[in-house]
């Protein structure tokens, strides 16, 4: 290792534990200090524990409540919110949905089971989500308004696809591919809102659904509005290492208390309501949230005000120890936003680029659990061929961003 990528290693761990202090410090881990145990074992006793119980009553009337949405519907996990949001879109084999490339690839693989393809656009520097300019620049060159006859979602009569776009709509296509651009995902980076009222005008525009990936930034808001309220639905993740766990889990946020019932009625595996009997008249999905977890969910819940609180804490401390290192800026929440610093992040300027993975080596080797941006989803073998527009700056910041400890107890 050079003498300068050195300093810069040893500047950066230095920093961490003066944030951080001594010990090994992971990523980000849940904390269990409110009602968990009480609630768990609530549900033991009750021998309510799997998809029937109040809990999930509970947890989707808090999660609506503190979001500001009108319906939440809770789900096995974020992966499922984002498949069977994106069908609730209008989604359909051969078509084609617009994210970025800087994303969990949770995100291609809810758009591959439903037979569609990604197409990739551009991110912000300054917020680390998709670019309105990249998104406006890719349409106009690419995208032409067609009339289309098929009204009808693929799954059921019962669930016209008006509910998520109107039938009279003029439909966008890919001029290139033919295919149909059926919805847009954009995602709240890191938990760090994106420009998305500026998508979802440009997206009203085309007449394209937005399905809003707020995995990462429940308890961020946006011009005053709490993340997934923009878009037709949005989507909620639950990981263990997400703000708040439910160990595993997701769920659906909607304005549109029709997209809500498809939701609730499809991911409890398509069963018509009936004290006894089982009929299901649709092909659904067992997606169902168990109450086991929905229990969890609640106590964490009411902890979620203080999590933020104390992220919020954690990024100043960081912003503090880090604005004197040459080579290294901490990223802020951007204007308009208020973040819940989901995964604090340090980028590295583009000459100090090649001493990224030294840097992640002695983080690593000094207890301080850091990690690199996921690899940028056009380049796994998968997505590879799949339609893009100039990724330059994905392409550029993917090899400067590091994420750095966050999790809510790790303030000392």
């Known amino acids: 290792m050079r003498t300068k990528d050195k300093a810069l290693s040893d500047n950066i761990c230095q920093a961490l534990a003066q944030v951080l202090g ?7 881990e849940p904390c269990f200090k409110g009602n968990e145990w009480e609630y768990l074992k609530e549900c033991l006793d009750s021998s309510f524990v799997s998809s029937v119980g109040k809990f999930v009553d509970r947890f989707e009337d808090m999660l609506a409540e503190y979001t500001g949405a009108k319906r939440a519907v809770a789900v096995v996990n974020g992966t499922a919110a984002l498949h069977m949001s994106l069908l609730l879109a209008g ?3 051969g078509d084609e949905v617009i994210i970025q490339p800087l994303t969990f690839v949770a995100t291609c693989n809810a758009i591959s089971y439903l037979g569609a393809t990604p197409v990739f656009v551009d991110i912000d520097q300054d917020i680390l989500g998709m670019s309105p300019e990249a998104l406006q620049a890719w349409l106009r060159e690419n995208v032409e308004l067609r009339e289309e006859s098929d009204t009808l979602h693929p799954h059921s009569s019962r669930f016209p696809l008006s509910a998520s776009r109107s039938p009279n ?4 296509f890919n001029k290139q591919s033919g295919r149909r651009i059926s919805a847009i995902l954009p995602m709240h980076t ?3 809102p994106c ?20 995995a990462e930034s429940l308890g961020s808001f946006y011009k005053g509005i709490h993340t997934g309220n923009f878009g037709r ?10 703000t708040i766990t439910t160990g595993g889990g997701g769920a659906i946020i909607t304005n549109d208390e029709d997209l809500a019932d498809q939701a609730k009625y499809l991911t409890t595996t398509a069963k018509r309501p009936h004290k006894w009997e089982y009929f299901h008249d649709r092909i659904g999905y067992n997606y169902r949230l168990p109450n086991l977890n929905a229990a969890l969910g609640c106590a964490q819940m009411e902890q979620l005000p203080e999590f933020i609180n104390k992220k919020r804490e954690l990024a100043s401390k960081y912003e503090q120890a880090l604005e004197s290192i040459p080579g290294v800026s901490f990223f802020k929440e951007p204007k308009n936003s208020k973040s819940n610093y989901w995964l604090n992040t340090i980028i590295l300027d583009k000459q100090s680029s090649h001493s990224r993975d030294d840097i992640l ?6 207890g301080y659990m850091t ?13 590879k061929n799949c339609a893009k527009a100039d990724l330059s700056t994905a392409e550029d910041l993917e090899t400067r961003i590091i994420n750095i400890p966050s999790s809510p107890g790790l303030c000392i």
């Open 233 to 242: 639905l949005g989507v909620l993740s639950f990981n263990g290492n997400k």
């Open 361 to 366: 080596e002695s983080t690593n080797r000094a």
């Open 190 to 192: 890191f938990g760090h």
């Open 169 to 172: 709509q003029p439909q966008p």
């Open 195 to 214: 420009r998305i009222d500026e998508i979802v005008d440009i997206c009203h525009e085309y007449n394209i659904p937005v399905v809003e990936d707020a």
């Open 22 to 28: 001594d010990g090994s410090k992971p990523l980000h």
């Open 91 to 93: 989604v359909r084999p």
């Open 371 to 383: 990690r690199p941006a996921w690899t940028l989803m056009h380049k796994l073998p998968m997505f």
